[in-house]
């Protein structure tokens, strides 16, 4: 683990959880209530800037796996779902641009939609919704949502990683 994100001194820094989930699932979202999600897979994407930075990580890696039960974010109740599977992560030491790639992400997968409209290999299983449910790790900020689903997770930890590339320039 270069970054020290298990060992209790990670640098601060923005990140996106990609996950799986194999079934149309219902679920609860803390405040947000419950929210059908379509199969497919799903990025999430967050920060941390306080003690052990990155450390956020390996807790969302813990409640993914189920060793960890406490649900504080929006994203443990999703990761935390037993339908769901943590399936890759991306991170960004110290780099503060949670907002800009949620953004990214969300026109990425806009883009997507478009050109894969329809049904087939390229469609989004979430149609019209890339956007699974607004408000969705967003509470502390103007954006529509940081949670975004569409592609399959090799494409989504694909599209994370390139636009850590854009909006770091």
């Keep these: 683990d270069p970054l020290g994100i298990g060992a209790g001194d990670a640098p601060p820094g923005t990140y996106a959880l990609v996950y799986s989930l194999p079934a149309t699932t219902t679920m609860t979202v803390g405040a947000l209530g419950a929210a059908e999600f379509p ?8 920060s941390a800037f306080g003690s052990n930075g990155l450390g956020r990580v390996d807790r969302h890696r813990r409640v993914a796996e189920g060793s960890h039960t406490v649900t504080h974010w929006h994203i443990d109740y999703f990761g935390g779902h037993d339908s769901t599977s943590l399936v890759g992560v991306v991170a960004a030491p110290r780099a503060n641009v949670e907002c800009r790639l949620a953004t990214e992400l969300r026109d990425r997968a806009s883009a997507s939609q478009t050109v894969g409209a329809g049904s087939g290999a390229g469609a989004s ?43 770091q320039r």
């Excluded at 199969?39 to 967050?46: F, M």
């Excluded at 790790?137 to 990683?161: I, M, Q």
Aim: glycine share 18%.
């Design 39 to 46: 199969a497919g897979a799903y990025v999430y994407v967050g």
């Design 125 to 167: 299983p979430h149609g019209s919704g890339e956007r699974p449910l607004d408000g969705f790790g967003a509470s502390d900020c103007d954006c529509p949502t940081h949670f975004v689903g569409g592609a399959g997770p090799k494409e989504l930890r694909s599209w994370a990683a390139e636009a850590f590339q854009r909006v």
